[in-house]
């Protein structure tokens, strides 16, 4: 596999924007070559809007439309990390968003299948994923809190809003050996980023970190 640095001219405003995100990726402890390349060959302007393009590479959360936020890119990239996606691996992501985490986890597994409860949001990402060409993904507009048990079980499952607690319908849709990741806390307030994985003795917890993510909402909408 290519090394990122491969990617970047050093001369071009762009690369030294990629190339400080990618020390910035660093310093927060992020290491996989794979996650590397997959986040560094990823236009991240591409995901926002245009008004907040020069803004793209910045580790904020910017707003998109339906009164939602792209994921900050280095959350994107650790999620990543932390889920260790393999090349064979099927991946649910609840909460499709502005495509970014998508387009980053397209790049790892063999297929990803994702869900969104607004159709705007589904209709954008189908199409910024399209001019990356990222061809592994299948969407959905659908309640994400049901998951998709007609698609389980998943290698991963990511989901980027918050749940007071997860759902056992969810839990039943990773299949043994599965990680999935999931904020887990209240709508309102700081949550905790946890990994969940699943043996033959069953689901255990390991906290990440602490984030702020929107809660999940039940049923679908075209739009805000």
Not at 115 to 132: I, Q, Y
Not at 133 to 161: C, E, H, K, Y
Request: proline content about 7%; some cysteine.
């Amino acid at each position: 596999m290519s090394d990122y640095h491969s990617f970047l001219d050093p001369n071009d405003e762009h690369a030294q924007e990629m190339m400080a995100f990618i020390l910035r990726l660093r310093s927060h402890g992020l290491t996989d070559q794979k996650v590397l390349n997959a986040v560094s060959t990823l236009p991240r302007p591409v995901f926002v809007l245009p008004e907040y393009a020069d803004f793209a590479w910045r580790d904020i959360a910017l707003p998109i439309q339906c009164g939602q936020t792209i994921t900050p890119p280095v959350l994107a990239a650790t999620i990543a990390e932390r889920l260790d996606v393999e090349p064979l691996h099927r991946v649910l992501e609840i909460g499709t968003g502005s495509g970014y985490l998508t387009a980053v986890l397209g790049r790892l597994a063999k297929r990803v299948l994702t869900l969104d409860r607004w159709r705007t949001l589904v209709t954008e990402a189908e199409e910024r994923l399209r001019a990356v060409t990222i061809l592994n993904v299948t969407m959905m507009v659908a309640d994400g809190s049901l998951g998709w048990r007609q698609q389980a079980p998943f290698d991963r499952i990511v989901t980027t809003a918050s749940v007071p607690e997860v759902s056992d319908e969810l839990l039943d849709q990773l299949a043994l050996g599965g990680r999935m990741i999931a904020p887990i806390g209240p709508p309102k307030g700081e949550q905790r980023l946890t990994l969940i994985t699943r043996d033959a003795d069953g689901f255990h917890h390991m906290p990440l970190m602490e984030i702020r993510a929107a809660g999940m909402l039940p049923g679908v909408a075209d739009r805000l």
